[in-house]
């Protein structure tokens, strides 16, 4: 019975194994996720209780669509952003740097050289007019001081790059103010999206010198917010066009550059990523495990930032309230719901589902007597009733079909789960627990 609940879930989840759990999400940080986000409630224990608010809804009579909560925490595997050498934006400055440039009569100028030189033209160790080059300053993007350089990647699961309507994306950063800071500043925080565009030519290796992308990148501004430095707290920024685009190309990763102009002169600094911790001497002669954290450590990561998507499917099932079936209580032997709950601890599971602790695996059993298939009450669908109308009345091809003690209504069943990327989703699972029971 276990083993078949356990690919019953799989199945539902679209799993054909249970996720590999290597190397959790810190728990300050998940806890600190769920709190945020309202997807749960965390015990004193620890331990967490997801709301169950599509199941509410079922009971309510209302529509229930099929959606899912993706959390995605941050990972920053690529280099610090820059752009080759006369790359032009928004954001660019002059540096007292001299490159060289092929002279325009001999040869095409590198994009960003000037069409005539404003200083001497200089050969370059060669004899040859086609090396010349010209003394000028070299154009970069202009990160400013105290801006931040780091990338942040969020690669969303595939969980959620299945799903193709986006309800909201958001970008989740912590700003920590010094405690010395008294100024009433406001700063403000620009989230610029990277783009990879292949190239066909030689400069694609340059690229990945410089920037360790393959290809052109572009950025696009996709959101920004001006945010008092008064006091360290989250911010959030809606992300949920550039996700929906990301999905409509059939893409899941989001890489991100975060620009924070005047942060560093306001004593604010944003929280980009929470290190990884190596073995190490914890001064008493003993070894720190990877993954283990002072208190200071551990509060950084919960500040660890994140991307929370809702997304759903295109087409949105329904489901209506229905009167409910008898529930077996060993009184009687008539077709009834039998109750059974299956422990994600006891079965080993607990590690890659935070939330619920079990599942109530429930089932119909019980006998079906001609008097009660077909009579007002039963869940029965109207199918049922007129094959049990011809049934009763010995009309073949009908006289020897027997009833069966069936379920008539499931409803959906909330979980907060792991997936093979170390995502947090939180997903609602349609037709997931037997409600009621009736005869075929």
């Known amino acids: 019975m276990v083993e ?86 928004s954001e660019e400055e002059r540096t007292g740097a001299t490159g060289s440039c ?97 190239k066909g030519n030689s400069e694609a290796a340059e690229d990945m010198e410089d920037g360790g992308l393959k290809g052109e990148r572009s950025e696009t501004l996709i959101s920004e917010k001006a945010v008092d430095t008064r006091k360290s707290t989250w911010h959030i920024f809606p992300v949920s066009s550039s996700v929906q685009r990301l999905l409509d190309q059939g893409k899941s990763s989001l890489d991100v550059r975060i620009a924070c102009d005047l942060c560093q002169e306001t004593g604010a600094s944003l929280v980009l990523l929470g290190k990884k911790k190596k073995k190490e001497d914890d001064g008493e002669g003993k070894e720190r495990e990877a993954g283990e954290f002072t208190g200071e450590e551990e509060k950084e990561q919960s500040h660890r930032p994140f991307l929370m998507m ?24 008539i077709c009834c719901k039998k109750q059974f709950f299956v422990s994600f601890k006891d079965i080993g599971w607990s590690d890659w589902i935070i939330a619920p602790t079990g599942y109530h695996a429930n089932y119909c059993e019980g006998e079906c007597p001609s008097h009660i298939a077909g009579t007002s009450g039963s869940s029965l669908s109207f199918h049922s009733t007129v094959i049990n109308h011809y049934r009763m009345r010995g009309h073949s091809p009908f006289a020897n079909l027997k009833s069966c003690c069936v379920p008539t209504k499931l409803r959906p069943m909330s979980m907060l789960y792991y997936d093979d990327g170390q995502n947090i989703i939180k997903k609602d699972i349609q037709n997931m627990i037997v409600e009621e029971c009736g005869c075929s």
């Open 102 to 198: 092929r002279e325009p009569s001999t040869n095409y100028p590198m994009q960003g050289c000037p069409r005539q030189c404003p200083h001497a033209w200089a050969r370059k160790g060669s004899a040859n007019p086609s090396t010349l080059s010209c003394a000028m300053p070299i154009t970069k993007r202009r990160f400013g001081a105290g801006t931040a350089k780091k990338m942040l990647h969020f690669e969303i699961s595939k969980e959620g790059s299945e799903l193709s309507v986006v309800e909201h994306a958001e970008v989740w950063l912590f700003l920590k103010v010094s405690k010395a800071n008294r100024s009433r500043t406001k700063v403000t925080i620009r989230l610029f999206q990277q783009q990879r565009q292949p």
């Open 4 to 89: 078949a609940v356990k690919k019953h879930i799989l199945n539902m989840l679209h799993l054909r194994d249970r996720p590999n759990i290597t190397q959790p999400v810190p728990k300050a940080a998940l806890l600190n996720a769920i709190k945020k986000l309202h997807v749960g409630k965390v015990g004193e224990d620890g331990y967490v209780e997801i709301e169950d608010d599509v199941g509410r809804r079922a009971e309510m009579n209302e529509v229930v669509e099929q959606t899912s909560e993706i959390i995605t925490f941050a990972e920053s595997e690529l280099k610090p952003a820059t752009l080759k050498e006369g790359s032009f934006t």
């Open 310 to 333: 809702l997304a759903r499917h295109s087409e949105d099932r329904q489901h209506r309230r229905r009167r409910r079936g008898l529930e077996c209580d060993g009184k009687v032997n």
